[in-house]
């Protein structure tokens, strides 16, 4: 024995004799110093959910980012609406109701709006389509013009049905456009009126060829929230207000469909789907954790005891989380579940100890004594180590894991020292009488010395093993996409997969910014150039070209189609839909007749069957013109819409850049006279190879530019970084620490030996089982480090203590704190492995594989590599 652990081993006699010399006392004030810590605590320890904070703001990306959220902030931290209905006129009404709510509730949003549809895009439309096409959409609109002005002067299903007779009957085909689209059209409406479906007509895509959106039947809506990151979801009352919004649109319009994503509604589905039957799985854990106890200490008082020590500690932590740091973060939040699991070891191993002792019939006040002498000095060594590995933490780029490691480290220290004072008091007043000798239902026969007789095997198969598992750590891979650690079935999760597919909508397009217009101008088209680059958009994008020659062409169709657009604003004019249908009827069955029809026959024929049954369902049900004016208005109501939206996109003018309105320049040029330069993928960026493909291109040329991709990907770069410098600071720190101490190399690489060789049986082994290190699980390695650390202290200090019964470990009260210990762990966790959260799922998974190891390594490996004839 050294100087250093004679000298801890008799402070820790002085320090046992004085607990048990005024026990209610030390209950009394640990009590007292617990109410404390809860007031202390309640009053001063906040919490901040901003996950852009967990990463030091001094890394380039994350100055790149503020840069551009500072000239932008608009567009900071939105969630996105993704609008889809049956027809584009649908679409866009439904966006620009959905936008104006929004924005009147001005509790739960700073603004709203959406990129694609606003007075400026509704009047400007025509001039961004290719002359060839505008000449195309002109033609059509023209051939149309007979009917239109029909329609304008006999708005109503008698005027339509009328003019399509009329079409139909002429020889000379009258009517030039072609009847076919519409005629289909208008048997879908019957169609769904039979099957008492949603439809309406879409006259934009029968007139207009859609060419009067810039989308077809999808809308994004921007939303930027008013966060609150003092509660644990920050999103939650504007996004439930949201929900609402669109809940009620929905109901109303049968026919369309609202789903919300963007960043902060992904971190809000993310920690509800985590919190998720969290109930259930928390009492399920508990279960577990009370039996795996009361099989390992075989007393209801020491079960009390343990549970007693864990919550007070736990309490007194969470005190000095709110002394030494002042709030928890996403990460830090997790100190809770380290301090269950490293601190319950501390108090299993004097538990057992305890036990033992009272089983061998020694004294309750001696039992206490030799516990606290047998396990005090290792359990200082463990609480001083881990704390070391948690310090390490601080210095790195990862913040969240900085302030987590400065709590962890306190609470280590702090499980010690309860452990060491208030068990022994809580011991003192509740003792164990007539304990018994626990022995194992599994009769273990020679297996309890296996590490001793086997060791020369044991010790070629773990270097064989080890070199192996070197050759597995080039595959390890770090998933720094957060949306793969989500629950795929939530609604933000699969709506953002099915955008990342998307060229125009991607929210994985990336932004940069520019001095002045020139250079912006000089980068997109660099930019553009890229393979992986789908398109370039700043504000001169915004500004059309060739207008003069456009504007030509709108004007001729303004002069054929101008007065007659101005007839639309009225409602439907008053007719007699019945009647109109069964005139059409027979018409159509007039034409059938002919040799030649203006139609396809087989639409003909379908349109006559289907007005036909509608007719006669009709029958005997329902004798009024109800069903026929449902059907009119399915036909007929979103005409206006196209009409209006026509009328608007003829009044378009010639415009320069300064002619831009501020409400959509304010979105491309900062009040600071930056340019942002939006940078869309032309690849799906669901695809790892694509997405790092995309970002790896344009920071080539653009190293400043920001977005989503490119934090996740800087910020994965950063966690690895950081964690790889704090591990081996870590394990360099604690191999000094355990040299001072010990004194001995062979002692310390005994402690040091076993948790390497676990981390590299751990990794390979999720290298194996295709678990990627990710955001979430990564979290799990502090835990099993500081398992790794305790556990081969504990058991290395138990054999150079010296074992009785020809050298069986595995039977001890070491090894069996060791393995209770880890098993507790293990049942406190186990539920995380079943979660619907991908990435607490894949913490579950790598505890398990890491805490198998450790005591693998610790019960198995260790002892062989001691060899009991030294």
């Given at each position: 024995?050294?100087?250093?652990?004679?000298?801890?081993?008799?402070?820790?006699?002085?320090?046992?004799?004085?607990?048990?010399?005024?026990?209610?006392?030390?209950?009394?004030?640990?009590?007292?110093?617990?109410?404390?810590?809860?007031?202390?605590?309640?009053?001063?320890?906040?919490?901040?959910?901003?996950?852009?904070?967990?990463?030091?703001?001094?890394?380039?990306?994350?100055?790149?980012?503020?840069?551009?959220?500072?000239?932008?902030?608009?567009?900071?931290?939105?969630i996105?609406?993704?609008?889809?209905?049956?027809?584009?006129e649908?679409?866009?009404?439904?966006?620009?109701?959905?936008?104006?709510?929004?924005?009147?509730?001005?509790?739960?949003?700073?603004?709203?709006?959406?990129?694609?549809?606003?007075?400026?895009f509704?009047?400007?439309?025509?001039?961004?389509?290719?002359?060839?096409?505008?000449e195309?959409?002109?033609?059509?609109?023209?051939?149309?013009?007979?009917?239109?002005?029909h329609?304008?002067?006999?708005?109503?299903?008698?005027?339509?049905?009328?003019?399509?007779?009329?079409?139909?009957?002429s020889?000379?085909?009258?009517?030039?456009?072609?009847?076919?689209?519409?005629?289909?059209?208008?048997?879908?409406?019957?169609?769904?009126?039979?099957?008492?479906?949603?439809?309406?007509?879409?006259w934009?895509?029968?007139?207009a060829?859609?060419?009067?959106?810039?989308?077809?039947?999808?809308?994004?809506?921007?939303?930027?929230?008013?966060?609150?990151?003092?509660?644990?979801?920050?999103?939650?009352?504007?996004?439930?207000?949201?929900?609402?919004?669109?809940?009620?649109?929905?109901?109303?319009?049968?026919?369309?469909?609202?789903?919300?994503?963007?960043?902060?509604?992904?971190?809000?589905?993310?920690?509800e789907?985590?919190?998720?039957?969290?109930?259930?799985?928390?009492v399920?854990?508990?279960?577990?954790?009370?039996?795996?106890?009361?099989?390992?200490?075989?007393?209801?008082?020491?079960?009390?005891?343990?549970?007693?020590?864990?919550?007070?500690?736990?309490?007194?932590?969470?005190?000095?989380?709110?002394?030494?740091?002042?709030?928890?973060?996403?990460?830090?939040?997790?100190?809770?579940?380290?301090?269950?699991g490293?601190?319950?070891?501390?108090?299993?191993?004097?538990?057992?100890?305890?036990r033992?002792?009272?089983?061998?019939?020694?004294?309750?006040?001696?039992?206490?004594?030799?516990?606290?002498?047998?396990?005090?000095?290792?359990?200082?060594?463990?609480?001083?180590?881990?704390?070391?590995?948690?310090?390490?933490?601080?210095?790195?780029?990862?913040s969240?894991?900085?302030?987590l490691?400065?709590?962890?480290?306190?609470?280590?220290?702090?499980?010690?020292?309860?452990?060491?004072?208030?068990?022994?008091?809580v011991?003192?007043?509740?003792?164990?009488?007539?304990?018994?000798?626990?022995?194992?239902?599994?009769?273990?026969?020679?297996?309890?010395?296996?590490?001793?007789?086997?060791?020369?095997?044991?010790?070629?198969?773990?270097?064989?093993?080890?070199?192996?598992s070197?050759?597995?750590?080039?595959?390890?891979?770090?998933?720094?996409?957060?949306?793969?650690?989500r629950?795929?079935?939530?609604?933000?999760?699969?709506?953002?997969?099915?955008?990342?597919?998307?060229?125009n909508?991607?929210?994985?397009?990336?932004?940069?910014?520019?001095?002045?217009?020139?250079?912006?101008?000089?980068?997109?088209?660099?930019?553009?150039?890229?393979?992986?680059?789908?398109?370039?958009?700043?504000?001169?994008s915004?500004?059309?070209?060739?207008?003069?020659?456009k504007?030509?062409?709108?004007?001729?169709?303004?002069?054929?189609?101008?007065?007659?657009?101005?007839?639309f604003?009225?409602?439907?004019?008053?007719?007699?839909?019945?009647?109109?249908?069964?005139?059409?009827?027979?018409?159509?069955?007039?034409?059938?007749?002919?040799?030649?029809?203006?139609?396809?026959?087989?639409?003909?024929?379908?349109?006559?069957n289907?007005?036909?049954?509608?007719?006669?369902?009709?029958?005997?049900?329902?004798?009024?013109?109800?069903?026929?004016?449902?059907?009119?208005?399915?036909?007929?109501?979103?005409?206006?819409?196209t009409?209006?939206r026509?009328?608007?996109?003829?009044?378009?003018?010639?415009?320069?850049?300064?002619?831009?309105?501020?409400?959509?320049?304010?979105h491309w040029?900062?009040?600071?006279?930056?340019?942002?330069?939006?940078?869309t993928?032309?690849?799906?960026?669901?695809?790892?190879?694509?997405?790092?493909?995309?970002?790896?291109?344009?920071?080539?040329?653009?190293?400043?530019?920001?977005?989503?991709?490119?934090?996740?990907?800087?910020?994965?770069?950063?966690?690895?970084?950081?964690?790889?410098?704090?591990?081996?600071?870590?394990?360099?720190?604690?191999?000094?620490?355990?040299?001072?101490?010990?004194?001995?190399?062979?002692?310390?690489?005994?402690?040091?030996?076993?948790?390497?060789?676990?981390?590299?049986?751990?990794?390979?082994?999720?290298?194996?089982?295709?678990?990627?290190?990710?955001?979430?699980n990564?979290?799990?390695?502090?835990?099993?480090m500081?398992?790794g650390?305790?556990?081969?202290?504990?058991?290395?200090?138990?054999?150079?203590?010296g074992?009785?019964n020809n050298?069986?470990?595995?039977?001890?009260s070491?090894?069996?704190?060791?393995?209770?210990?880890?098993?507790?762990?293990?049942?406190?966790?186990?539920?995380?492995?079943?979660?619907?959260?991908?990435?607490?799922?894949?913490?579950?998974?790598?505890?398990?594989?890491?805490?198998?190891?450790t005591?693998?390594?610790?019960?198995?490996?260790?002892?062989?590599?001691?060899?009991?004839?030294?």
């Open positions: 024995m050294n100087r250093h652990s004679s000298l801890i081993d008799k402070f820790l006699c002085w320090w046992g004799a004085q607990v048990l010399r005024f026990p209610w006392v030390i209950i009394i004030l640990t009590l007292l110093l617990s109410a404390a810590s809860i007031q202390y605590t309640a009053d001063n320890l906040g919490i901040n959910t901003n996950s852009s904070e967990l990463i030091s703001p001094d890394l380039p990306f994350q100055k790149n980012r503020l840069h551009i959220e500072a000239e932008f902030p608009q567009d900071a931290g939105v996105i609406l993704v609008v889809d209905a049956l027809t584009p649908e679409t866009s009404e439904t966006a620009k109701y959905l936008a104006q709510t929004l924005n009147q509730q001005s509790d739960a949003f700073i603004s709203a709006y959406i990129p694609t549809e606003n007075d400026f509704r009047q400007q439309a025509l001039l961004f389509l290719e002359a060839i096409e505008l195309e959409l002109g033609s059509n609109l023209t051939d149309a013009q007979p009917f239109i002005g329609l304008s002067q006999n708005y109503n299903l008698e005027g339509l049905l009328d003019i399509i007779s009329q079409a139909l009957l020889k000379d085909q009258s009517l030039p456009m072609d009847l076919n689209p519409l005629l289909l059209s208008i048997n879908d409406a019957i169609t769904h009126q039979l099957n008492d479906q949603p439809y309406h007509i879409s934009q895509s029968l007139l060829a859609n060419k009067l959106n810039t989308e077809i039947n999808r809308t994004l809506v921007i939303a930027r929230p008013k966060l609150n990151y003092d509660e644990i979801l920050p999103a939650e009352y504007a996004l439930k207000t949201a929900r609402n919004t669109v809940n009620l649109i929905m109901q109303e319009n049968p026919g369309v469909k609202i789903r919300i994503t963007g960043e902060p509604a992904l971190e809000h589905e993310e920690l789907s985590v919190s998720e039957g969290a109930v259930i799985a928390g399920i854990s508990l279960i577990l954790v009370c039996t795996s106890l009361w099989t390992g200490l075989r007393s209801f008082k020491l079960l009390l005891a343990t549970f007693i020590v864990l919550i007070l500690g736990l309490i007194l932590t969470a005190g000095f989380a709110a002394i030494s740091v002042g709030h928890l973060n996403l990460i830090s939040i997790a100190f809770a579940v380290l301090y269950i490293l601190g319950v070891d501390y108090a299993i191993h004097i538990c057992l100890y305890y033992e002792g009272r089983a061998q019939g020694l004294s309750n006040h001696k039992s206490i004594i030799d516990s606290i002498q047998s396990v005090g000095f290792s359990i200082f060594l463990c609480a001083l180590t881990t704390s070391i590995g948690f310090l390490a933490f601080i210095p790195t780029d990862y969240g894991v900085s302030e490691g400065i709590i962890s480290a306190g609470g280590m220290f702090i499980g010690m020292a309860i452990s060491l004072t208030l068990l022994p008091a011991l003192a007043i509740l003792p164990v009488n007539n304990a018994q000798p626990i022995h194992s239902v599994i009769n273990m026969g020679g297996f309890s010395t296996f590490p001793f007789r086997h060791s020369t095997s044991i010790r070629i198969f773990s270097i064989i093993t080890a070199l192996l070197v050759f597995l750590l080039s595959k390890i891979v770090f998933d720094s996409n957060p949306i793969n650690l629950d795929p079935n939530s609604e933000s999760v699969s709506t953002i997969k099915e955008l990342l597919t998307s060229q909508n991607s929210p994985f397009s990336l932004a940069t910014l520019a001095p002045d217009l020139k250079s912006a101008t000089q980068l997109a088209h660099r930019l553009k150039q890229l393979p992986s680059v789908h398109s370039t958009i700043f504000l001169k915004l500004v059309a070209e060739n207008q003069d020659e504007i030509e062409i709108i004007e001729e169709l303004d002069l054929i189609l101008g007065d007659q657009l101005n007839n604003d009225s409602e439907l004019k008053k007719g007699n839909p019945k009647k109109a249908l069964i005139s059409f009827y027979s018409v159509i069955s007039k034409v059938l007749k002919q040799d030649s029809t203006p139609a396809p026959k087989e639409t003909l024929k379908k349109l006559q289907n007005i036909s049954q509608f007719i006669y369902s009709r029958i005997g049900i329902d004798t009024g013109r109800k069903p026929y004016y449902s059907l009119e208005e399915s036909i007929l109501s979103l005409l206006p819409n009409m209006n026509l009328k608007s996109s003829l009044t378009a003018t010639p415009y320069e850049i300064s002619d831009i309105p501020d409400y959509l320049s304010q040029h900062s009040k600071n006279g930056f340019y942002k330069i939006l940078i993928p032309e690849y799906d960026q669901n695809k790892v190879e694509n997405l790092k493909q995309f970002v790896s291109e344009v920071q080539t040329i653009a190293p400043s530019s920001s977005g989503l991709p490119v934090a996740d990907q800087a910020s994965g770069a950063a966690v690895v970084k950081a964690f790889s410098q704090a591990f081996a600071g870590a394990i360099i720190a604690i191999s000094i620490l355990l040299l001072i101490i010990l004194k001995n190399i062979r002692h310390t690489l005994l402690v040091i030996g076993p948790l390497l060789f676990s981390a590299l049986l751990t990794v390979a082994t999720n290298v194996i089982l295709n678990n990627s290190f990710n955001f979430a990564i979290i799990a390695l502090p835990l099993l500081g398992m650390v305790d556990s081969s202290i504990h058991i290395m200090q138990r054999l150079k203590s074992l009785d050298n069986e470990i595995l039977k001890s070491t090894a069996r704190g060791v393995f209770f210990s880890a098993l507790t762990t293990l049942c406190s966790f186990s539920s995380l492995a079943f979660t619907p959260h991908v990435g607490t799922a894949s913490m579950g998974l790598l505890l398990a594989v890491g805490i198998f190891f005591l693998f390594c610790t019960l198995i490996v260790l002892p062989a590599f001691y060899s009991h004839k030294t």
